[in-house]
């Protein structure tokens, strides 16, 4: 699933190409991606994007007057193809991915939203599983603030602060896992990033969080935004759908220090890393670096 590192990745490789430019048509493929009436569409064209911003998971292509809302879900592509540079052989298919090289796939069952800009491009959003969701906000304060009323910190921004995060932990019953992965806590931490934060702070995930020493959360509180940094910094994690904005995967993957990584040794310690699951999802972990 894309996390904050993945949709930032997207963010920035898409900003360059889409400030600017008007929307001109839109294509629909399945719509239970769609959050809202897709007449409203049509409002869109004509349309100038602004600025692409991103809250937690969320991608925002914001025009004057209304902002697209895009989360990517478990599988969800957004890409930008230019069809001057198109080839349609199917031998360029990327095996992991699903998707042809670079600019040069085409739009298949998959692919939900065309929207075509002015410059003959086309900004494309895929998913396969369908988890993804796409909504439409009017540009203003109010409209967007209760948008995004139920998530929490930005991990990457000055709000990101060690006194909230602190009291925000207070008395928590559930375990320093499952709180890692509730957007209201800290926005943008998936599965991958809350594994990797976890091993950086020496704390194991099924730790209750009230358990959790002084320094471990501080220590909690100061990894996070490293991790995701680095997430950043290798273009996003690619193990199965994730892709940029061109189509490539990133290259995070081969820097995970526990996640995906059962059975292997630690680079630590050697220790195999351990496979556990809390609240339903898979947690890797150091046994002998990670302690309750
Ligand atoms: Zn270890």
Not at 34 to 40: I, K, R
Not at 49 to 57: C, E, I, N
Not at 111 to 137: A, E, P, S
Not at 241 to 250: K, R
Request: charged share 25%; with cysteine; proline share 4%.
């Amino acid at each position: 699933m894309p996390e904050l590192p993945e949709v930032e990745t997207i963010r920035r490789g898409l900003e360059p190409h889409l400030r600017g430019r008007t929307f001109t048509a839109f294509e629909t493929g399945d719509l239970k991606v769609f959050q809202f009436d897709l007449l409203e569409l049509c409002r869109l064209e004509g349309q100038t994007v602004t600025s692409l911003g991103r809250r937690g998971k969320y991608l925002l292509v914001v025009m004057k007057r209304e902002i697209l809302v895009i989360h990517l879900g478990m599988t969800g592509q957004l890409t930008l193809r230019d069809p001057g540079s198109a080839d349609s052989s199917r031998f360029l298919r990327q095996e992991t991915t699903g998707l042809q090289r670079i600019r040069q796939h085409a739009p298949d069952k998959h692919t939900h939203l065309q929207i075509l800009l002015d410059d003959g491009r086309t900004l494309m959003f895929r998913d396969v599983r369908k988890f993804g969701k796409v909504h439409l906000l009017k540009n203003d304060g109010a409209a967007v603030a209760a948008f995004f009323a139920h998530m929490g910190m930005e991990p990457l921004d000055d709000s990101y602060q060690l006194q909230p995060f602190l009291k925000y932990l207070k008395n928590r019953k559930q375990r320093v896992k499952s709180l890692l992965l509730d957007q209201r806590f800290v926005a943008g931490v998936g599965n991958i990033y809350a594994d990797e934060a976890l091993f950086e702070a020496s704390i194991h995930p099924a730790t209750r969080v009230r358990y959790l020493r002084r320094y471990q959360k501080e220590r909690l509180f100061e990894v996070i935004p490293v991790v995701l940094r680095k997430g950043i910094e290798f273009g996003g994690t690619s193990l199965r759908d994730y892709v940029n904005s061109d189509g490539e995967s990133g290259s995070h993957q081969q820097n995970l220090q526990v996640y995906g990584r059962e059975g292997q040794p630690c680079y630590h310690c050697g220790q195999p890393i351990q496979r556990i699951v809390i609240s339903q999802r898979s947690s890797h972990y150091c046994p002998c670096c990670q302690t309750r």
